[in-house]
């Protein structure tokens, strides 16, 4: 008699522990929203902090020699003629504001997908923030770290272009 109490007890437990990971299995697949987690290394195309805010010479250490591409003006920053500089074959313009890079332009980047960490990580910041403005074809952060604006636009997809601008207008 005692047997039969012990194997009903038993049998009692065993339908509760699987009915707790029946509802943990649910829970997991069903309600839970995983983030995908995407633990690819960064390819970084630009060192950021090594170019902004740096004179002609001081980017030339870094970036090689550059190209004269145009003037730039614009009144509410107080450029006149500003020069713009191409480096690295087209992928990289930034025109120089008070002799100081100021607005930096990454191209050329469509074997990039348009990812907050995957654009962060092209300009070689570890962080993974999330951006101000977040839209199909616009990502923008303000104020970010030391930077007034990071914005990247994108094809389809894909990053098309990264601008930054440096300093407040």
Not at 92 to 98: A, G, K, R, S, W
Not at 143 to 159: L, M, P, T, V
């Amino acid at each position: 008699m005692e047997s039969a109490v012990v194997k009903k007890k038993w049998y009692n437990w065993r339908i509760i522990v699987l009915a707790i990971i029946v509802v943990a299995i649910f829970i997991k697949f069903f309600v839970l929203e995983e983030k995908e987690k995407n633990d690819a290394p960064l390819i970084v195309e630009l060192d950021l902090n090594n170019v902004a805010r740096r004179t002609v010479q001081e980017v030339e250490a870094v970036l090689g020699k550059g190209k004269l591409d145009s003037y730039y003006r614009d009144e509410t920053i107080g450029c006149e003629k500003c020069p713009k500089m191409i480096y690295k074959e087209g992928k990289i313009e930034i025109i120089f504001v008070d002799e100081a890079a100021d607005r930096i332009t990454l191209k050329n980047l469509s074997d990039f997908e348009f990812d907050d960490r995957v654009i962060l990580g092209l300009l070689n910041f570890k962080s993974d923030t999330k951006p101000t403005l977040d839209q199909p074809t616009v990502k923008r952060w303000d104020n970010f770290e030391k930077y007034s604006q990071i914005a990247a636009f994108s094809k389809g997809n894909k990053i098309e272009y990264i601008a930054v601008k440096t300093r407040q207008n």
